[in-house]
């Protein structure tokens, strides 16, 4: 009986020796959501007393931004952080992120996170993922290196997309949709592969936009959000209370990284300012006529995810 038991007590303590998570993603270690990772990182240990060990893989060192879902799904690495907006062929709901003119402030993108999150959480449970937290990019803004004064100044300028709703916005304007990981925007610019892009105020500052880019126009587009998840699998390896300790800690990295998201908007589109970079908006009309294609590409993305879309953005505008 004794030997029995002794044997449990060690299975148990193998079941749940100390583990350690890589988490993969696809943005460099100085951006802001993967240093927030990083201290997501520390508190985890902390709190489990080093039961859970986090090791951070930035910069696409081992999957590329848009493979790291699927790499976690695979169990080729236990975690990983990827932008919401890059699963939408698979996931239409993540798509929800990157509609145009829907959600126009921080406190509004915290509403459709938490309408869009139990979707999410069930499409990602199906996969064998579990989500951690999701902290939104500043808004996007439109980079140019000429100035933008009417829809015709988009046509043919070669425009930088991430993901597929950016393609379809390029195609919209008439601009030539031209693909560009992050990290090589800045020489992209440089070569005159690119005129013109939506991207966030410190994604230009990251990439040290100034020279080639001369103007941001603060439109405010959207504000996709990178989300940080785990598989199942390696959640259901630990033990309840460290599992407690990793939930936790998440949910304090989803409250400080919009906090930190908030803090880097305003600064970087001063720091863009300072570099010579001309901060302007749109013309009415000309804003009046993107507003319109928003509405344009909204119902072509409601039609193609249907009921789901509607249970997000009917109580979504309700209040
Ligand atoms: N920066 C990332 C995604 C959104 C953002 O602001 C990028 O430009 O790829």
Known sequence: MKLILIAALCAATVAHAQSTW???????????????????????????????????????SLFKLGDIRQAVEDGK????ETIMTSMVKDI????????????????????LWDLQRPGIEKAFAQRGLQVLYAVPWPPQGLYATRPIKTLVDFKHLKMRTYNQTTIRIAEMLGAVPVDVA???VGRALGEGRLETMIT?????????????????????????????????????????????????AAAEAQRRGWEASEAVAQNSTRELQRNGIKIERLSPDLEREIKHMG?????????????EANAIFVPYYLN
């Not at 959600?103 to 915290?110: D, E, H, I, K, P």
């Open 182 to 184: 992050m990290g090589d």
């Open 77 to 80: 690495v236990q975690a990983g």
């Open 295 to 307: 509405e344009r590409f909204s119902r072509e993305w409601v039609r193609s995810v249907g009921n």
């Open 200 to 248: 966030s105020a410190v994604t230009g500052v990251e990439n040290k936009v100034w020279g080639p880019i001369q103007y941001y126009y603060e439109i405010n587009a959207w504000f996709p959000k990178n989300i940080v998840f785990v598989s199942t699998k390696s959640f259901a390896q630990l033990a309840p209370d460290t599992r407690a300790g990793v939930l936790k």
């Open 22 to 60: 890589k988490i993969a993603t696809g943005y460099r270690a100085e951006s802001f959501h993967t240093e927030n990772i990083a201290q997501f990182g520390r508190e985890v240990e902390a709190a489990t007393k080093g039961q859970l060990r986090i090791e951070l893989a930035p910069n696409g």
């Open 92 to 111: 239409p709901l993540a798509g929800a992120d990157s509609i145009p003119f829907v959600v126009g402030t921080y406190q509004r993108a915290q509403r």
